[in-house]
C-alpha cells in the first residue's frame, strides 16, 4: 500500500486495493461515517425481515462492483468471521422454547431464529467493513477517525498498534523459532502451561517497549499530539483540493463547498438506501 502506513504495516497493507473507482475518491471520514449508519440500520432490523437483509446485501454487492473489488477477494476476506459463528450455530441447539425438527434433529425455533439474527447483520457488517479497507488506505482511515473528532488518545493508540503489528509478529516469530529449536512442538494439552507463558512474556516484551517508545518521544517535544500526522494529513487534504478543482474545471462546477456536499450525498446514498429498506420492514 504505497499510501498505507509504510514501515510496520505489512500485515495490513494487503487489505487495500488500489483503483480509480468512485468509492475510492471518497474522502475517508464519509466513507467511516456511511459504514457507521449503515451498520446501525442492519442492526435495528428485525430479525424476521429476511427479505431486507437480502437487499442490503444486494447494496454491498453494488457498492463492491462499483469499487471494483474482485468477489473472490471479498469472499475471501469474510472468511474472518468464520471462528465468531461457532456460537450461532450452538444457538439452535442450546436455546429453549418450541421445537421445530430440521432434517431429523429437534431444534429450538427461537434458537434457529437467533442463529440467523447473528449470521446475517455480522456478514453484513464485515463485508461493509471489508469494502471500507478495501477501498481507503489504512493512514487515510486514521485521519479520517481524526476528522470524526474521535479522541487523539485514541487515534494515536490505533496508529502505534498498526505501525508496530509487524514488530510484535516479528517478536513471536524469533520465541517460536527458539522453542523449536529446543524440541518444543506445542500441540498437546499438557503444552499449554508453556504456551500461556510465551503470550506472558511477548505482553511484557509489547509492554515494555511500548514504555520505551513512550519515552523517546517525550525527549523529542511529544505533548499528546503528533504534529507529523497533522502534516500528512495536509498534504492528503491539499491533494484532495487540487483533485477536486481539476474535476471542477472539466465539469464546470466551481467552489469547493459544492464538492464536500457532494462527496457527503454520495457515501451516505448506501445508508440512505438501507434506511428505505429497513423502515419497509417494520412498516411490515
Known amino acids: ?24 475518491a471518497l474522502p475517508a471520514h464519509t466513507k467511516i461515517a456511511s459504514l457507521l449508519c449503515f451498520v446501525l440500520v442492519v442492526v435495528s432490523t428485525p430479525r424476521t425481515a429476511v427479505w431486507a437483509f437480502l437487499g442490503y446485501a444486494v447494496l454491498l454487492a453494488a457498492v ?25 450455530l450452538l444457538l439452535p441447539f442450546v436455546a429453549e422454547g418450541d421445537r421445530v425438527t430440521v432434517l431429523g434433529l429437534a431444534l429450538s425455533a427461537d434458537g434457529l431464529w437467533g442463529a440467523w439474527n447473528v449470521l446475517a447483520k455480522g456478514t453484513l457488517g464485515v463485508a461493509a467493513s471489508v469494502l471500507l479497507a478495501a477501498t481507503t488506505p489504512l493512514r487515510e482511515l486514521l485521519s479520517g477517525l481524526e476528522r470524526l473528532r474521535l479522541p487523539g488518545p485514541l487515534v494515536q493508540i490505533a496508529t502505534f ?15 517460536r523459532i527458539a522453542q523449536l ?12 502451561g508453556v504456551l500461556a507463558h510465551t503470550a506472558g512474556s511477548l505482553f511484557i516484551r509489547a509492554y ?9 518521544m517525550l525527549s523529542r ?34 467552489g469547493r463547498g459544492d464538492w464536500v456536499l457532494g462527496d457527503w450525498v454520495r457515501a451516505l446514498a448506501l445508508p440512505a438506501a438501507a434506511v428505505v429498506l429497513g423502515l419497509l420492514a417494520r412498516v411490515r
Open 1 to 24: 500500500m504505497g499510501t498505507g502506513t509504510g514501515a510496520g504495516a505489512g500485515h495490513v497493507r494487503g487489505l487495500y486495493l488500489p483503483g480509480p473507482s468512485p468509492v475510492h
Open 64 to 88: 463492491a462492483r462499483l469499487a471494483r473489488v474482485p468477489t473472490g477477494t471479498l469472499l475471501r476476506r469474510l472468511l474472518i468471521e468464520v471462528p465468531f459463528l461457532g456460537f450461532a
Open 161 to 175: 498498534m498498526v505501525r508496530y503489528v509487524d514488530v510484535i509478529a516479528d517478536e513471536l516469530r524469533r520465541m
Open 181 to 192: 529449536s529446543r524440541g518444543f512442538e506445542g500441540n498437546r494439552l499438557r503444552h499449554w
Open 208 to 216: 515494555e517497549r511500548g514504555e520505551r517508545v513512550h519515552l523517546a
Open 221 to 254: 517535544g511529544y505533548t499528546g499530539a503528533l504534529p507529523a500526522a497533522r502534516e500528512v494529513a495536509a498534504v492528503h487534504r491539499d491533494r484532495g483540493r487540487g483533485a477536486r478543482a481539476r474535476r471542477g474545471r472539466v465539469c464546470g462546477v466551481r
